[in-house]
C-alpha cells in the first residue's frame, strides 16, 4: 500500500507564496509520476503540475510562471507564488505508477482571499 500525506496549505491574500509538501509512503516504486491536482465543489479535479521520477515536469496554463513543482526521492512539493483567489482549492496529491496503480493523498485547503 502507498500513503500520501499533504501539508502546507492555508489562507493567504492574493500575491501570497504557499508551499504545498507530500510525503509518499509504502510500496512506492519506480518509473512513477508524482502531481498536484485541485478541485472546487461543483468542479472537475484538474491538474496543476507534475514531475516524472526522471524530474520531466508540465504545468497548467492557469499556473504556468507562478507555480513550480520539485522531488526529492518519494517527498514532492509545489511552491505557489502570486497567488490569485481562483486558486482556491481543495490541493491534492498524486502518485501513479505503473500497471494503473493510482493513489491520492487527503487533501489540503488553500484560500487565497482578494
Known amino acids: 500500500q502507498v500513503q500520501l500525506v499533504e501539508s502546507g496549505g492555508g489562507a493567504v491574500q492574493a500575491g501570497g507564496s504557499l508551499r504545498l509538501s507530500c510525503a509518499a509512503s509504502g510500496s512506492v516504486f519506480s518509473p512513477n509520476t508524482m502531481g498536484w491536482f485541485r478541485q472546487v465543489p461543483g468542479k472537475q479535479r484538474e491538474m496543476v503540475c507534475d514531475v516524472t521520477t526522471t524530474k520531466a515536469t508540465r504545468c497548467a496554463k492557469s499556473v504556468e510562471g507562478r507555480f513550480s513543482i520539485s522531488r526529492d526521492k518519494n517527498m514532492l512539493y509545489l511552491q505557489m507564488t502570486n497567488l490569485l483567489p481562483d486558486d482556491t482549492a481543495v490541493y491534492y496529491c498524486?502518485?501513479?505508477?505503473?500497471?494503473?496503480?493510482?493513489?491520492w493523498g487527503q487533501g489540503t485547503q488553500v484560500t487565497v482571499s482578494s
Open positions: 498524486n502518485l501513479i505508477m505503473t500497471r494503473g496503480r493510482d493513489y
